[in-house]
C-alpha cells in the first residue's frame, strides 16, 4: 500500500532565502507525485506535478521538484522564498493502477520570516 | 469559470442534528471526492465517486454518507453530528486519468458543540 512521509512538519526560513521541503513515499508499483499549497483559509492548490520523463519538474511560483526513484523521494525546492510564499504544504502520490485515490501527505507549514 | 463551489463555508452544529454539505463543479470531471482536513492530519478520503451514481467509501467513512445523483454535484452529509467530526471539509474533483490533478473548494469549517 501506499503512503506519504513528510518529514518537517514546520519549516521556519528567513524571506530570500532557500528553502527544501522533503517528501517520501513508498509505492511497489509506479507513481504519480503532486506538490500542492494550501493559503490560509482556502483550499489546494496544484504547485507541480511528476508523470514521467525528465525528473526536475519545474512549478509555479518559482517552484521546482526533484523525483528520486531510488530514494523514493520527491523533494520540492524554491531558491529564494518570499512572504507570500507563507502556506502548508502537501505532497500527494497516485498510483497508476489506481486511477481513483490519491494518498495526501501530512503537510509541511512553510513560515517565511521578514 | 467557478471551478469547484462548496456550500455553506460555515457552520455550527449541536450533537446529533444532521445536515448535508454540498459541492457542485462546473469542469465536467468524472471523480469527486470528500476529504477532511484534521491539525497534523493532513487531508484523510471520506468518500468518493468516480461518476454519476456511483460512491464508494474511503479511509474515514464512518458517521458519513454520500450521494451522486448528478454529475456535477456531490453531497456529503452527517446523520447525527458528533464533537469528533469538527473538522474542516473539502471537495475536490478531477478527470478519469490518475495523472491529473484535483481540483479543490475552498472548504467547509464545521463546529460540533
Known amino acids: 500500500a501506499q503512503s506519504v512521509t513528510q518529514l518537517d512538519s514546520q519549516v521556519p526560513v528567513f524571506e530570500e532565502a532557500p528553502v527544501e521541503l522533503r517528501c517520501n513515499y513508498s509505492s511497489s508499483v509506479s507513481v504519480y507525485l503532486f506538490w500542492y499549497v494550501q493559503y490560509p483559509n482556502q483550499g489546494l492548490q496544484l504547485l507541480l506535478k511528476y508523470l514521467s520523463g525528465s525528473t526536475l519538474v519545474k512549478g509555479i511560483n518559482g517552484f521546482e521538484a526533484e523525483f528520486n526513484k531510488s530514494q523514493t523521494s520527491f523533494h520540492l525546492r524554491k531558491p529564494s522564498v518570499h512572504i507570500s510564499d507563507t502556506a502548508e504544504y502537501f505532497c500527494?502520490?497516485?498510483?497508476?493502477?489506481?486511477?481513483?485515490?490519491?494518498?495526501f501527505g501530512p503537510g509541511t507549514s512553510l513560515s517565511v520570516i521578514p | 469559470n467557478a471551478g469547484v463551489t462548496q456550500t455553506p463555508k460555515f457552520r455550527v452544529l449541536k450533537t446529533g442534528q444532521s445536515m448535508t454539505l454540498l459541492c457542485a463543479q462546473d469542469?465536467?470531471?468524472?471523480?469527486m471526492y470528500w476529504y477532511r482536513q484534521d491539525p497534523g492530519m493532513g487531508l484523510r478520503l471520506i468518500h468518493y465517486?468516480?461518476?454519476?451514481?456511483?460512491?464508494a467509501k474511503g479511509e474515514v467513512p464512518d458517521g458519513y454518507n454520500v450521494s451522486r445523483l448528478k454529475k456535477q454535484n456531490f453531497l456529503l452529509g452527517l446523520e447525527s453530528a458528533a464533537p469528533s467530526q469538527t473538522s474542516v471539509y473539502f471537495c475536490?474533483?478531477?478527470?478519469?486519468?490518475?495523472?491529473?490533478?484535483?481540483?479543490f473548494g475552498d472548504g467547509t469549517r464545521l463546529s460540533i458543540l
Open positions: 475536490a474533483s478531477s478527470y478519469l486519468r490518475g495523472d491529473q490533478p484535483q481540483h
Open positions: 500527494a502520490v497516485s498510483e497508476l493502477t489506481s486511477y481513483d485515490k490519491v494518498i
Open positions: 465517486s468516480v461518476g454519476e451514481g456511483t460512491t
Open positions: 469542469m465536467n470531471h468524472e471523480y
